[in-house]
Nanobody, 117 residues
Framework: QVQLVESGGGLVQPGGSLRLSCAAS????????MGWYRQAPGKQRELVAV???????NYADSVKGRFTISRDNAKNTVGLQMNSLKPEDTAVYYC???????????WGEGTLVTVSS
């Protein structure tokens, strides 16, 4: 059974930091491109950051320089370090695992991040 379980969300003040983590089970983790997506109220889900099998990371322009994605293939985890948070970063953040070229895509249930004073 495939599971992607996010943790680390919560309430933080503008300018603060949070670290999200996603623990994967039931997949060959090292074979997957892993990513973080987010969905704000009333908006479509959007890409935040992805990290390929070889560790290459790509970011949405809105988070470049503030967020860092990382992966640990030994622990089957992917993290998202979020710094200098802004109110517009408020959203449900979803972990994604994609087996590129195979049409296999898995999602976690999401974790809520609220940036507010």
């Amino acid at each position: 059974q495939v599971q992607l379980v996010e943790s680390g969300g919560g309430l933080v003040q503008p300018g603060g930091s949070l670290r999200l983590s996603c623990a994967a089970s039931g997949i060959g983790f090292s074979m997957y491109r892993m990513g973080w997506y987010r969905q704000a109220p009333g908006k479509q889900r959007e890409l935040v950051a992805v990290i390929s099998r070889d560790g290459t990371a790509n970011y949405a322009d809105s988070v470049k320089g503030r967020f860092t994605i990382s992966r640990d293939n030994a622990k089957n985890t992917v993290g998202l370090q979020m710094n200098s948070l802004k109110p517009e970063d408020t959203a449900v953040y979803y972990c994604n695992g994609n087996r590129v070229g195979y049409g296999i895509n898995y999602w976690g249930e999401g974790t809520l991040v609220t940036v507010s004073s």
